[in-house]
């Protein structure tokens, strides 16, 4: 169950404005928790120079750190005078993801939101290396915020893996379309989920190679391999055929139109958080997905997963 009730917000340095932060407020008062406003930050300019002592260095890096945590007071006041519960926190490391993730580990934060940059000419959504790492690190949801209202009547799309390559696809889903539900319900009034999977069509070259293969015939044995999949899926939950979708093409493609057609406040998606030579070979599908996603983005591990970055109790 997606309880989500102690929220972690990565606040943008660059900008005055901070849709992640307004985010979590829209989720906390429907759903209850608190939020903590979290920015690491680094000067390499201070450890550098050796005109000065270690403990006016320390000083001066705690002047930076007070000015930080006075500038996030002022870009939350609406909400800490509305009763909001925030805290803020401000910490000097030198690596920001480490330093986000060690923090969720820490103080056991069950949902990260940091924003996602828009692509002015597409209205896309722009990863940083940061998002990335946090992406594929962070053991706990991270919900990437575009910045944007919430649509008028947006839909939640999920995305799904029914093919039934790794069994680990299967729980996945499962775990999915739940937590999906469970926050659904609670923080919009009469939610409309859409579960959205795709499926590649057969390669021509083999069409060529194999003069008795038919890739009609094999295109739809696939599509129905995923319809019956999509179906006993859907009725686990109580989901209507209408909200389901199975379209052959490249996931990349298919997911994002689907999200934009059914006016998507947020898709969710399940990643494994593949990095190294895995990553290399085996790649990220939906890390191809969410590069071209014009909404939110809710990503999940899936259980079991093993956080690569050590806690510094430090």
Known sequence: MANYQNLLVAIDPNQDDQPALR??????????GRIKAFLPIYDLSYDMTTLLSPEERNAMRKG????????IKQQAHYYLESGIDIEIKVVWHNCFYEAIIQEVIAEKHDLLLKMAHQHSLFESMIFTPLDWHLLRKCPCPVWMVKDQAW???GSVVVAVNLSNEESYHHDLNLKLVQETQDLANRIVKDPLIHLVSAYPAAPLNIATELPHFDPNVYNRALRGQHLVAMKELRQKFHISEEQTNVEEGLPEKIIPETCERLNAGVAVFGILGRTGLSAAFLGNTAEHVINHLKCDLLAIKPDGFVCPINFDEE
């Open 23 to 32: 985010r979590a407020v829209y989720i906390v008062q429907r759903n209850g």
């Open 64 to 71: 930076v750190v007070s000015q930080r945590v006075a500038w």
């Open 151 to 153: 649509p008028e009547k």
